[in-house]
T-cell receptor
Framework: DTEVTQTPKHLVMGMTNKKSLKCEQHMGHRAMYWYKQKAKKPPELMFVYSYEKLSINESVPSRFSPECPNSSLLNLHLHALQPEDSALYLCASSQARARMPQHFGDGTRLSIL | GESVGLHLPTLSVQEGDNSIINCAYS??????FIWYKQESGKGPQFIID?????DKRQGQRVTVLLNKTVKHLSLQIAATQPGDSAVYFC?????????????FGQGTTLQVKP
């Protein structure tokens, strides 16, 4: 069982909907990450949070809005997504930004209609 | 820029045989590497890591070998089992590693034949 928990496991939404993905870890890690993974491809980094502050945004469109309410939680708010945004969204955490390895959750499978 | 790449997209082995999954990297200054296993419907699972001051590291049924001369690392799985069927990624931190950004290889799919 993974120690990084993501909800929901599956999400289907229309292009005009607003939804949020949630990620939680209780390992005391101070760095958290969002990745996007398309089928048969490696994960691609979207955002890095370090001590609850956004430290990296990999030029992600503004329709994806991350939030880190506290050191254990990471959210990804979704609005006006496009069909090409359909993918597996993975959350990961590590002890600190420069401390490896990163530990991943099982992801949210997102489908945009 | 840095890159990591795997030699074969798919590897098929007989149950009980040993598996070897290869990965090449481009940055001679790279000093840390990770292997992840991703089963269908799950996220990447950390298997083993290695620092550049080591040539070999062993875990439970897995061994990672690092050849800095040719910038190559491999993951060896002993007595491969059906539960080892998955996509395997090698990864390394980008640059000095301070950003937290990981660079992944393209992945090798391991298929275990009964």
């Amino acid at each position: 069982d993974t120690e990084v928990t993501q909800t929901p496991k599956h999400l289907v939404m229309g292009m005009t909907n607003k939804k949020s993905l949630k990620c939680e870890q209780h390992m005391g890690h101070r760095a958290m990450y969002w990745y996007k993974q398309k089928a048969k491809k490696p994960p691609e980094l979207m955002f890095v949070y370090s001590y609850e502050k956004l430290s990296i945004n990999e030029s992600v469109p503004s329709r994806f809005s991350p939030e880190c309410p506290n050191s254990s939680l990471l959210n990804l708010h979704l609005h006006a997504l496009q069909p090409e945004d359909s993918a597996l969204y993975l959350c990961a955490s590590s002890q600190a930004r420069a401390r490896m390895p990163q530990h991943f959750g099982d992801g949210t499978r997102l489908s945009i209609l | 820029g840095e890159s990591v790449g795997l030699h074969l997209p798919t590897l098929s082995v007989q149950e009980g045989d040993n598996s070897i999954i290869n990965c090449a990297y481009s940055n001679s200054a790279s000093d840390y590497f990770i292997w992840y296993k991703q089963e269908s419907g799950k996220g990447p699972q950390f298997i083993i890591d290695i620092r550049s001051n080591m040539d070999k590291r062993q875990g439970q049924r897995v061994t990672v070998l690092l050849n800095k001369t040719v910038k190559h690392l491999s993951l060896q799985i002993a007595a491969t089992q059906p539960g080892d069927s998955a996509v395997y990624f090698c990864a390394e931190p980008q640059g000095s590693g301070n950003t937290g950004k990981l660079i992944f290889g393209q992945g090798t799919t391991l298929q275990v034949k009964p």
